[in-house]
């Protein structure tokens, strides 16, 4: 596609509940990552795949979250047993090969009440 | 990983050029600085990065000192449309190492 997509654009949810979030990035682009934006923050780096595989996983905050890439392309970000704490804008973006800046897409608003 | 400082805030009025600077003293040799902005209720959108040499493009330029330890970036004629959150960043040239974002620079671009 032209520009990193994610759905949905916004979800609510109810604590205790099981939520997906999903990350197309632009074709071709090996580098995936999610981020996550609390009002008035920078975004806050949680994982990035090159490939298939989730080469750096040290942003997740726990192990509710969790985020799989299995063909290289979509993403799905997972999170169990949402928190009123996890609401956020979720942010995926992703990078061809070399240096290159991000493409970010708009973002996931979720809401945890 | 090279830490950034820039102003937490900054106006500029409508038509004239934005400054936003950047402090980057522990910046190694290989890493590059990066700009994006944030304008309100998107994503992060690539502006430009450089190593050493002064870069521009149709959106900005960037200014970089002779020593690397500190960069400009300019927006020449500002408009309403590039109020934003503007980050710095450093980053490693030949990796696809997370980008590390810090409060950045609100700028306000004022009638």
């Keep these: 596609g032209a520009g990193v997509s994610q759905t949905p654009s916004n979800k609510v949810t109810e604590k205790g509940k099981y939520v997906e979030l999903r990350c197309d990035p632009i074709s071709g682009h090996t580098a995936l990552y999610w981020y996550r934006q609390s009002l008035g923050q920078g975004p806050e780096f949680l994982i990035y795949f090159q490939g298939t595989g989730a080469a750096d996983d040290s942003g997740l905050p726990n192990d509710r979250f969790f985020a799989v890439r299995p063909e290289g392309s979509v993403s799905t970000l997972k999170i169990q047993r949402t928190e009123r704490g996890d609401s956020a804008v979720y942010l995926c973006a992703s990078s061809p090969t070399g240096n290159y800046g991000y493409t970010f897409g708009s973002g996931t608003r979720l809401t945890v009440v | ?111």
């Design chain 2, 1 to 111: 990983d090279a830490k950034t400082t820039q102003p937490t805030s900054m106006d500029c009025a409508e038509g004239r050029a934005a400054n936003l600077p950047c402090n980057h003293s522990t910046i190694s040799g290989n890493e590059y600085v990066y700009w994006y902005r944030q304008i309100h209720s998107q994503g992060p959108q690539y502006i430009i990065h450089g190593l050493k040499n002064n870069e521009t493009n149709e959106m900005a330029s960037l200014i970089i000192t002779e020593d690397r330890k500190s960069s400009t970036l300019i927006l020449p004629h500002a408009t309403l449309r590039d109020t934003a959150v503007y980050y710095c960043i450093v980053r490693p040239k030949t990796s696809y190492d997370k980008v590390i974002f810090g409060p950045g620079t609100s700028l306000s671009v004022i009638p």
